[in-house]
């Protein structure tokens, strides 16, 4: 008997804590379903600047661009350099391009999603050459002349971005920009 009644206060105690412990998960999910609500709020409610998004775009399509060629590259290339030099800007820019449509989703901008028409022509174009001359094609054109343009557009974006998470991603792009830009010029050496 005496089993018995300290076995039915066992079961009370436990049942009263675990409804206290379930409305305690209950409150907390709430809560922290009510602050992921307010953040994603402020995310896609601040709208970003002209230029923010101008920005942001600029840097998805030039990631984009430089992938694309720089996979054409691998196969195509003759030198192993030239290889080595493409699957860098595959690695690079690849990181950078997933860093970039990480930050347009939280602030709601629609990235592009495939190289330009100046660069689709000058794929084509690649895609004619072979050996020294694919490897001189390429590395002046991806190579070079693209990081001069993509620095001069990353400076020039720079000075009006407004919104701290683009310009934190501007300022981390220059420097890669700047490396491959030198590595493009020692190997047309």
Known sequence: MQKSQTLKKLLA???VAAMFISVGVQAQTQTSTMQSDATGQTASNTKL???DEKA???MA????NEIAA???ALTKAQSSEVKAFAQKM?????AALTKVQTTAQQKGVTLPTEPDA???TMAAQLEKQSGDAFDKMYMENAGTKDHEMVLAKLKSDASMIKDAD???LADAHTPVVEQHLKSAQQINK
């Open 13 to 15: 105690v436990s049942a």
């Open 61 to 64: 399509q030039a990631n984009i």
């Open 118 to 120: 100046m660069h689709k």
């Open 49 to 51: 600047s002209a230029g």
């Open 56 to 58: 942001l775009k600029d």
């Open 166 to 168: 683009v310009k934190a």
């Open 70 to 72: 720089a996979k054409i």
């Open 90 to 94: 595959v690695d690079d820019h690849g």
